[in-house]
Nanobody, 126 residues
Framework: QLQLVESGGGLVQPGGSLRLSCAVSGTTLDDYSIGWFRQAPGKEREGVSCIDKSGEVIKYGDSAKGRFTISRDNAKKTVYLNMNSLKPEETAVYYC???????????????????WGQGTQVTVSS
């Protein structure tokens, strides 16, 4: 059974960087697309970035463009999200999720992602 575990969150100062990891267990990563989403208290879930199963299609939410980079290492069964120049308003719980049906990279529809990790807290504060 597919399981996703996020790690790498923590407290960082504004302008700082973090690298989040999404480790897959129970199966291979090769056939799945992975999306990163975040949700702050009282706010709607927001798509941050996604990468399709081939690794060739990558998308970023408007706020992440130019600052975040998503990548995948199928051999390590891990997807990474490198985040630079972090802002206080990006404080949230960050989740990774897998689309195990189509393997597509779609940020606008988080309902298509059928397996979710437990989330990792990112706090951007001085």
């Amino acid at each position: 059974q597919l399981q996703l575990v996020e790690s790498g969150g923590g407290l960082v100062q504004p302008g700082g960087s973090l690298r989040l990891s999404c480790a897959v267990s129970g199966t291979t990563l090769d056939d799945y697309s992975i999306g990163w989403f975040r949700q702050a208290p009282g706010k709607e879930r927001e798509g941050v970035s996604c990468i399709d199963k081939s690794g060739e299609v990558i998308k970023y939410g408007d706020s992440a463009k130019g600052r975040f980079t998503i990548s995948r290492d199928n051999a390590k069964k891990t997807v990474y999200l490198n985040m630079n120049s972090l802002k206080p308003e990006e404080t949230a719980v960050y989740y990774c999720a897998a689309d195990t049906t189509f393997g597509l990279c779609v940020l606008a529809d988080f309902m298509r992602y059928d397996s979710w990790g437990q989330g990792t807290q990112v706090t951007v504060s001085s």
